[in-house]
DNA sequence: CCCTTATAATAAAACGCTTTCCTACCTCCT
DNA sequence: AGGAGGTAGGAAAGCGTTTTATTATAAGGG
């Protein structure tokens, strides 16, 4: 029922070949002819039957993105979602689609999801979310020779390729402007000890304060779950301390609206009494009050870069390994400002 | 190179018929038999080529979503992204893979994208933002037997099929809600003209009025661009007309912080002063002071509901028109209080 | 003017599955 | 004992493309 190939060379008079050769814009075949078949699939408004070529070229141009999309997710860390508009906008420039690979699947460990799907070569290429790399993950992806990225820098040293912020440098940053705007005592607000975006914040955090010339204490140092309520009563008992900070670094927005909800109740002023500094951007953020200053990183173009270069590897397999570290900009906002 | 059925019917020494029943679950084939066959999958690591298989069975256990996945979208609009993860879940659990379909396409027009999609058959469904649904696209749905679910109901009447949340309710419970704590003139503040979702709930906030017998005054109902600037001033003026409203009933999260932050530059207190509502809930809310009282849906069931509608409409290419709307609930907090 | 080389076009062989017969064999009635 | 009915298994025909030879035709070179 449905029409193929077939109906168009009939159609124009040709061989399925020379059909072929016009949907794929190859050689060797006459402006006159080519014209005469782009007018017949017009007419019959034919479009080549995507598995069918897939299985005869051998690839899907199908792109797989892995990650868990579990209840709340969006709320929780819309940045992840930016990076796969990112990724997604850019495939689709290119011809690619791109497939949700949802980790978050009832009886199945996640590297079993990602060993089936990248043995049925339902995909291309893989983006993943460098949590869920494990070695035997590694070995899966090496052994196959299946292209990837891991979003975010995986934990351990591997050949695998990856993009990720700056999250030193972001750190530095942070650390730099309180400095810079008075600040001599800093708290640093991270999250859970195996998360290696906190702990590369943290490594940042670190060496710029040492650059600095300043000690850092390690009870200013929290490590907290990703529960609002935790980290609100983790700043509480900071600000409590005999001798608080004057400048507190919040790793992500979550920590952000907790500990200012934290100053406010202990009868603080933002900036005047502690100056506060949050990583990463929300729309939201300019309406908030007290606006925070924050250390933000283009997510999107994060995505493009991903799929930029997976795009890249997938042509040309023997491509060493990349790493793209995307750099983070200061947005001056209300929650810092120049001491007296 | 990569290992095909023919491999595993040789080393298991039965025909790749058999095989292909093994795979499939299907009868006629003997306990001991399926046994071996199994053993020397799992041995060889084998998994069946996904476009083969689609070719040869006519499906491909693929389904589309289509939207537009631009840059910061995920921040406006996080729901969206629920829906999506709400999806992904119950299409995974059927053993469906779910990919975007990127109407952001440039030099493209979003019905040439779905167009193309459908054509070439690279899915067996579509799930898409009623957005984009045009009579072209209508014809083009139907034209084609192409199981599909709208996110939204479209604007017009169509025998398409849709899930939406319940906007009419939602306004009636938000209405209902601001009278019975006290409030006697409520204010709207809506989205663009052309956007459904805001004229349902508008709707749905004129007949409860009316049925509460109160006065629904045009100069109360705002209609607002998605710009919390515009938003702000809109508010502004609202709240100094000559007689201002009691009770703000907020259509989204982006205006619920743009009146929040005019009301209180006005020097106003909430809820003494005024009461507001806002629609969907977000983790953060219970942090933000004051905490909204919002009307919430369960976003990610309802991706669920479409995955699974669509999933049936699929096996059963007759069914009829289907919709589903989803209930909204009422979550009590902080700025509303009943009057004394 | 013949021989080589480039170009157009085609036939036919994959690609790796699913599925529809078809055969062989067994069991069960009557 | 003979046919009806059921089960295991296999041969082979697609599914709709791409691609590799292969052939026919035209163009250039000495």
Redesign the interface.
Same mark, same amino acid.
């Given at each position: 029922m @449905?029409i193929t190939i077939h109906d168009i060379a009939r159609e124009a008079g040709v061989s399925i070949a020379t059909v072929s050769k016009v949907i794929n814009n190859k050689a060797h075949v006459a402006p006159d002819t080519r014209e005469k078949v782009l007018k017949v699939m017009e007419r019959f408004?034919? *479009?080549?039957? *995507?598995? *069918?070529a897939?299985?005869a070229r051998r690839f899907?141009r199908?792109i797989l993105y892995a990650d868990r999309? %579990? /209840?709340?997710?969006? %709320?929780?860390n @819309?940045?992840? =979602?930016?990076i796969?508009?990112?990724v997604?906008?850019e495939l689709?420039?290119k011809g690619y689609? +791109?497939? +949700?690979?949802?980790l978050? $699947? @009832?009886g199945k460990k996640p590297e079993e999801v990602v060993e089936?799907a990248i043995?049925?070569? #339902?995909a291309d290429g893989l983006i993943i979310n460098s949590v869920f790399i494990t070695p035997k993950v590694e070995q899966l992806l090496l052994g196959y020779d299946f292209p990837q990225i891991c979003i975010g820098k995986p934990s351990f040293d591997t050949i695998l390729s990856w993009i990720d912020t700056n999250n030193t440098l972001s750190s530095n940053l942070a650390v730099e402007h309180l400095i810079s705007t008075g600040c001599r005592t800093l708290a640093f607000m991270g999250g859970r000890k195996e998360d290696c975006i906190f702990m590369d914040r943290l490594r940042g955090f670190r060496t710029a304060m040492e650059r600095c010339g300043l000690e850092t204490r390690e009870e200013y140092i929290i490590y907290n779950p990703p529960e #609002?309520e935790t980290i =609100?009563q983790s700043a509480t008992a900071l600000l409590n301390l005999p001798s608080p900070p004057d400048g507190i670094i919040c790793t992500n $927005?979550?920590m952000a609206?907790?500990t200012v909800?934290a100053i /406010?109740d202990s009868g603080l002023r933002i900036p005047e009494d502690v100056s506060l500094i949050a990583f990463d951007d929300? @729309? %939201?953020s300019?309406?908030? $009050?007290p606006q925070p200053t924050v250390i933000d990183v283009d997510l999107?173009s994060l995505g493009v870069h991903a799929g930029n270069l997976l795009l890249k590897k997938i042509r040309n397999p023997a491509m060493l390994i990349q790493t793209y570290t995307a750099l983070p900009r200061l947005l001056l906002r209300g929650t810092t400002k120049v001491r007296a």
């Amino acid at each position: 029922m @449905p029409i193929t190939i077939h109906d168009i060379a009939r159609e124009a008079g040709v061989s399925i070949a020379t059909v072929s050769k016009v949907i794929n814009n190859k050689a060797h075949v006459a402006p006159d002819t080519r014209e005469k078949v782009l007018k017949v699939m017009e007419r019959f408004n034919y *479009a080549p039957n *995507a598995s *069918a070529a897939n299985l005869a070229r051998r690839f899907s141009r199908n792109i797989l993105y892995a990650d868990r999309f %579990y /209840k709340g997710l969006p %709320y929780e860390n @819309p940045h992840m =979602f930016d990076i796969i508009c990112g990724v997604s906008h850019e495939l689709g420039r290119k011809g690619y689609r +791109l497939s +949700l690979l949802n980790l978050d $699947s @009832p009886g199945k460990k996640p590297e079993e999801v990602v060993e089936e799907a990248i043995h049925s070569r #339902v995909a291309d290429g893989l983006i993943i979310n460098s949590v869920f790399i494990t070695p035997k993950v590694e070995q899966l992806l090496l052994g196959y020779d299946f292209p990837q990225i891991c979003i975010g820098k995986p934990s351990f040293d591997t050949i695998l390729s990856w993009i990720d912020t700056n999250n030193t440098l972001s750190s530095n940053l942070a650390v730099e402007h309180l400095i810079s705007t008075g600040c001599r005592t800093l708290a640093f607000m991270g999250g859970r000890k195996e998360d290696c975006i906190f702990m590369d914040r943290l490594r940042g955090f670190r060496t710029a304060m040492e650059r600095c010339g300043l000690e850092t204490r390690e009870e200013y140092i929290i490590y907290n779950p990703p529960e #609002v309520e935790t980290i =609100f009563q983790s700043a509480t008992a900071l600000l409590n301390l005999p001798s608080p900070p004057d400048g507190i670094i919040c790793t992500n $927005s979550l920590m952000a609206v907790g500990t200012v909800r934290a100053i /406010k109740d202990s009868g603080l002023r933002i900036p005047e009494d502690v100056s506060l500094i949050a990583f990463d951007d929300h @729309p %939201y953020s300019p309406m908030v $009050s007290p606006q925070p200053t924050v250390i933000d990183v283009d997510l999107f173009s994060l995505g493009v870069h991903a799929g930029n270069l997976l795009l890249k590897k997938i042509r040309n397999p023997a491509m060493l390994i990349q790493t793209y570290t995307a750099l983070p900009r200061l947005l001056l906002r209300g929650t810092t400002k120049v001491r007296a």
